[in-house]
């Protein structure tokens, strides 16, 4: 028994399609090797959840290779990372920032200076604002969105200091 697509071919060979079902025939071939290729550039949807876990548990080594896996996944890490500020101990904390840093994604700004403002611990807001003063120095997204963030980290950090 023949698939469709010997059948096709054969025709084709024999000049039985026309110049329109070539087309046809081409067209949907394009369109799934495109298609193909789409999901190869794109990143499989994966729970981030535990490489973020091991990232703010852990130290060292292991904190490394859990930030070498989410780096791929770029700003679709964001959300996995900001959710593990609320809950991590300080510094795991830092290392969410580290890994922010890392990502350089310049959405993240406003994020950092939410943890520049408000962060419990001194030395991850310290680390927050650092990453933000890096970024504001670029002549890109990344200096306009650090720049407005530090703006606003300092309006909050000065009534801060004034209570």
């Not at 609320?86 to 290392?95: I, V």
Request: charged share 20%.
């Amino acid at each position: 028994m023949r698939s469709s697509a010997q059948i096709q071919r054969g025709q084709i060979q024999r000049g039985q399609i026309g110049l329109r079902g070539q087309l046809r025939t081409a067209v949907a071939g394009l369109a799934l090797g495109l298609l193909g290729l789409c999901a190869a550039c794109e990143p499989a949807d994966v729970d981030l959840r535990s490489t973020v876990q091991l990232l703010t548990a852990e130290q060292g080594d292991v904190a490394q290779r859990a930030l070498a896996q989410l780096l791929p996944y770029g700003q679709g890490a964001l959300p996995y990372l900001e959710s593990a500020l609320h809950n991590a101990a300080p510094g795991g904390r830092r290392n969410v920032v580290m890994a922010l840093r890392r990502l350089d994604d310049a959405s993240a700004a406003a994020l950092l200076g939410h943890v520049a403002s408000f962060d419990a611990d001194a030395v991850v807001r310290a680390e927050a604002r650092a990453v933000l003063g890096e970024w504001a120095v670029r002549p890109s997204a990344h200096g306009r969105r650090a720049r407005a963030a530090l703006r606003k980290v300092d309006e909050v950090r000065g009534s801060a200091a004034e209570d």
